[in-house]
Each structure stands twice: as C-alpha cells, then as structure tokens.
C-alpha cells in the first residue's frame, strides 16, 4: 500500500518534471510573438540568415534567437559556441504558406528541449506535433510530400553533439557574405550577423580579429568557395571530427578561424575513397570526390539521388537541390585533375 | 518492487531531452558483468535470428555460428526477389534468413562483429545507442529498414544498449561486406 502510494507520488513528481521540460502545446506560448494575431514578431528575438542556407526542397525559410537579457555567447570555442541557458531558437519553413516552426530551448547547461509547430491551413494557429513526427503533410512537389519532423529526426541532427544550434554560428553569420551561396535569402536591416553580435557584446571571448575580418572560406576561386561553404551547409553538421560520425574520417565543416590544418574537404573527400561504392564501379574504392570527374564522385551521385537508401543528405529533403548539385559538379570538373587546385595557392581573405 | 519513475516517463524524459558535449570514443566498458548482460541479451533478442547466416543442419536449418552476428554473406550474391501478387503474402525471406524482401525493397542484414572496416568495429558506443534510438544508421544516415525491430528496441535503457555494444566489441571480428539495400525504385529498374 505503501508502495503504491510512494509510486504514483513519483510518478506524479515525474510527469510534472516531463511538463516542465516540455515546450508549450502551441507556438503562440513560446513567446516568438508579440502579438500572435498578426505574427508580429517579438522584438527582443533576433532575426537572422545564415549566408549559406540548409536546402529544405525549396522551403522559404525564417530564423530568429532570443537570447536572455544581459547573457552572451560564449565563442571561446570559436566553432563550438556556448549559448547561454533560456536560448530559444525558431525556423519557419514556408511552403507557399506556413507549414511548420521548429523551435529550441536551452532548458539547462546541458540540454535542449525541442519541438516542432504544425501551422493549420489558414496560419492562425500552430501546435505541437506528435513525437513520431507527420509523414507526408503537405505536397512541396509533384509526386512529393514535406514531412514534419519526429523527435528522433529532430535528434539525428541535433542530439549528442557539440554543435546544436546549426546555421548561427561565426561563418554562416559572417557580413563578409558570399554572393555565389546557393539559395541566399535577402539580408533585411533588422537581421543581426556577427559584426552585430560582436558591437552588441552578445558574444564573449571571441577571437579579436572577428571585428575586423568577419571569416571567409580560403579558396582559390569563387566557385570553389561556394562549393566549400555549400558543403559545409548541407553536409557539415553530420560530418564534421566534433560529431559521433567522426570516424566516417569524411570531414565537409569549415573552421571559423584560420588553421594550420588542412583544408579538410581536401584531407578527407579529394581523392579518397569511402564505404560507398558507386554502381557499376569494379575498382578498389569510389572516390568521394575524383578531381575533374563529377560523375565518379560519390558525394555527386548521392547528392543527386533521392533514392532513400543512398541520397544525402539521409533526412530532410526529397527533392534534388539542383542548383546547389550544378555548383558542385561544376567545381569538380574545374580541378581538372588535379587536386592541388583546393591545395596550397589559397586565396586570401 | 520498483520505486524508481516508470520507463515511461524515463522515455519521456530522455526523447525530450538533448544532451550537450558528443559522448566520448573510448573503448566500452568491458566489465564482465556488462559483457555477459550484453550476451544474454543479444542472445535473448534474438539478433542472431537475421545477423547469423542459416545453414542446413543435420536436423534442418540452423544459425552458422562460425559465421555468428556477421549479415548476410558478401559471398551470397543474390537473384533480384521473386515477384509476390498482390495480397497478404508479402514479404520474402532469403534462407539464410539474411536477406529479406517487402513493400521497403531489399534488406540485409548487416555485420554486428567488430571488424574495422566492414562490421561496427569504428563505431563508438553512441553510434550503436544512436542508431537504434533515432532507427537510423550510427543514428544520423540512412533508415534502418525492417524487419529490424529498431521501433520496439528503442525502450531499451541505456544501460542495456551500451551491454550489447559492449559484448559485441568482444566477439570475433568477421571481415565481411554485406551489400547495400535496395529501394522499390532499385527493383523496379532491375525488373526492366
């Protein structure tokens, strides 16, 4: 009797605990609105745009970040920045009209609490979807649905790593903007980028040289730099030596500081092969990237794939991004063979 | 008795939940107690049931154990599936009972053994916790695909999965290829 008593005691405490980690059941709760009615957003939510944008099949995209009043980030780790706890993050996708919010919170040191918001059809209210997520909601294509995201997509992402807020950070806010970036949004005078941070003192122990020379990818041509940056987008979150698939040893994140490392698309993609075999390939091993060649290069093939057990990225996309796949393409062809095109003779910032 | 939060509620708490710095590439932890929990349940789930290669045994089919938890053989290659009507019989099954084939495509099951390069041998604990928390290889790639019961094997606790990472460290590593699945797409083109 006892027993049971002190059982449904805690299972009461831990429910409570579950609903305080829980995000609100609607949008409007999370305080991205100040006046929900209208969507007028809340002033002290930040509007951003990464300058190379996570292709999305064509979603137009919004961003905004709260950040606690008289809080910073701290970029002592200027590619891990440490968001203060009560960050709260938001991306609108937009399919021809709102479709869903993701949103996260810092809700401790450690942990973030992450939902997303399904819009009805006629915008006025969006509510947290089913932790399993919603396959197939709206038609973005012929023949193709958006689907919304489950917890465990979310987590594919975003769980277990270093970097959890993807898309805000040193590089992809950087006002030295590329202007080849694929699907670059406009910047509008109320976003913020990293100059802003920096002047607003919402970064903290930043490398000095950000004031001055906002990062840029090194790279020898302007097709090369926003290939770079394309890769860095799409792919770099995942793979990346600060995640759990380091030992894939395929490395596509650029470094928001100057390095004595490697370019590390060139280190671990140009000329090296991986577990992935092209069809039909009898050599020993696919290159990821063969210089010159982009159809015997298995980040093209699996880029221009949407075969669900071969495409890249795995999860987020059912359309080929094919502006995003001829800038590749046409990368690879100008190496021309030779790899030391994307070697040493880097052009500098 | 138990007094501790229903598994629930545990579920609950991890699902909403993200953790902050990656977990660490070290070595499991090979505490006989975690191997033999490991083995028990790896044996108990029945993972060799589509991991281990079947052969023909003296009394009828059985798991080639000299071949244990490493898929389906690189040296198998198979036909594209028989075509099955339309109906309830769905799904078809290699007899090695490692290839499988439904409305997903081709499956295979894939090298558990620890070999670097062809079975889980580079991946970290996380990876092996990942994938069958997220149903997705090292949980961030592709989809596990069925018949893999990764939907039911997601309440397993932590500790329990970070067992079965850790007994599958100490079995033999095996060198074998298993080969990429196929997508209804990939079936539909071969049948061209």
Redesign the interface.
Known sequence: MV?RT??RA??G???M??AA??PPLHLAETGLYSDPASHRVDERNLHYSPQYPLWSDGAVKSRWIFLPAGTAIDASSPDLWDFPVGTKVWKEFVFGRRVETRY?EK?S??????ATYVWNEDETDAVRAP?EGIRNHVEIAPGKRHDIPG???C????????V?VLGFSALQLSRDRDPGAPHAEPVTPDMVDLTTLVERNLLASHPPEWASHPPRIPATSPTERSALGYLHANCGS?HDR???????GMLLRQPAAASDRPDPVRATAVRHTGK??LPGDASEGSYRIEPGNPARSTVVFRMATR?????MP??GTKVVDQEGLDLIRRWISGMGGDPRLIAHEREKP | MNFGPSRQVLLGLVVLSFTGPAASAAEPDRKPDRVARGEYLVKVMACNDCHTPWKMGKDGPEPDMSRMLSGHPETMPLPPPPRVAEGPWAIVVAASMTAWSGPWGVSYTRNLTPDPDTGIGKWTEQNFVDSIRNGKIMGKGRPLLPPMPWIMYRSLTDEDLKAMYAYLKTIPPLRNRVPEPLAPEDLQASSR
């Open positions: 027993g002190w059982q805690r299972g405490i831990a429910a605990a579950v980690l829980a996260m809700v040191r450690e942990k973030w609490s992450v932790d917890v465990s997509d987590a594919s992402c975003h769980e277990g790593e270093q959890q995942c600060s995640t759990s698939l380091s030992s894939i992935f075999q075969n669900p057990v071969r495409q795995p999860l």
